[in-house]
């Protein structure tokens, strides 16, 4: 599975961007996905989750609830990430990753096989 990543910027605290995550290779609704992001000088943290392996499954780190939304486009093999209220602590490199783990551990990047190359999404306050 590859995965492209897209849709990163520059954006004011309060503002709106979509992440987009294109995968190629294998349908990914065989796969969990995911968000993470990874900013200067911190470990890379979990952001957002969605599954179709046993349902329709939706999980978020608590940072991120009520603001951020995932959702897949199975037809297209799309992942997305809409990402409203922003703060300047949302500032990072995000990436999308996929994999087959349980879906227990579905919030540790080991948990994911393949990842996406990073999109920079700056805040500014």
């Known amino acids: 599975v590859q995965l492209q990543a897209s849709g990163g910027g520059l954006v004011q605290a309060g503002g709106s961007l979509r992440l987009s995550c294109a995968a190629s290779g294998r349908t990914f609704s065989g796969y969990n996905m995911g968000w993470f992001r990874q900013a200067p000088g911190k470990e890379r943290e979990f952001v957002a989750a969605?599954?179709?392996?046993?349902?329709?499954?939706?999980y978020y780190s608590d940072f991120v609830k009520g603001r951020f939304t995932i959702s897949g486009d199975t037809a297209n093999n799309t992942m997305y990430l809409q990402m409203n209220s922003l703060k300047p602590e949302d500032t990072a490199v995000y990436y999308c990753a996929a994999g087959g783990g349980i879906l227990g551990t579905l919030r540790a990047s080991t948990s994911y096989n393949y990842w996406g190359q990073g999109t920079q999404v700056t805040v500014s306050s």
């Open positions: 969605i599954t179709w392996r046993s349902g329709s499954r939706l």
